[in-house]
């Protein structure tokens, strides 16, 4: 029956309205956007951010990321649409296996606890910052949605919106540390995931 109500959803609007999965990637996109304008403007331009982007580390934990949000794109359909594959759950791994070769091959000598005594507290506090704003676009999208687990989908919305702000983040992030990067990038997505779920437990019930 919930197939069938998904399957339904919407039959009555116009064929020119967005569907769920275009709504959703346009989300994703925006929120990317977003997030990367909020770090330069927080943070500036630095002038070495040309030697980083053009780094192996931030190569790392920018495909990382992108690679886990990618993930994170099916997983939230698959919350917003019951029905179109369990198999989505494990689109994260990629990203996920990525972050543990990372931490595994790690020879930078970089400690886990970052170059500085506030390292961990900045850069996690800094990544579910940034997420917050596309945490909210991509529940927004998810109210549009058929949702059977709000507290499930909320926390996939978390980890959608948590790679993407980490993301963002590692355009400033100093610390380049394979280990670090799998540790508290990881450790920032799962506070944010945490909050998805509790926020979509309320928003997105019926």
Known sequence: MIRNLAGEAGAGQARSSPSFESTL???TILSLACAIALVFATFGFQPELQATLVSAPFH???VSMLTLAGGGIFVVRYAGKPG?????????LPGLALLL???ISDTSGFPLMGRSDISVPSCVTA????????????????KTGVTTRPAMAGATAGVLAGA???AAYAFVCKNDGGLFVAVWYSVAI????????????RVLAW
């Open 84 to 92: 179109s594959g369990a198999l989505a759950l494990a689109t994260v």
């Open 101 to 103: 070769i990372g931490a």
């Open 60 to 62: 790392h934990k920018i």
């Open 127 to 142: 990544m579910v910052l940034l997420s917050l704003a596309p945490l909210a676009l991509i529940i927004g999208v998810l």
């Open 25 to 27: 990637l346009l989300a």
């Open 190 to 201: 799962a506070i944010v995931m945490g909050f998805g779920a509790l926020v979509g437990r």
């Open 164 to 166: 993407l702000g980490a």
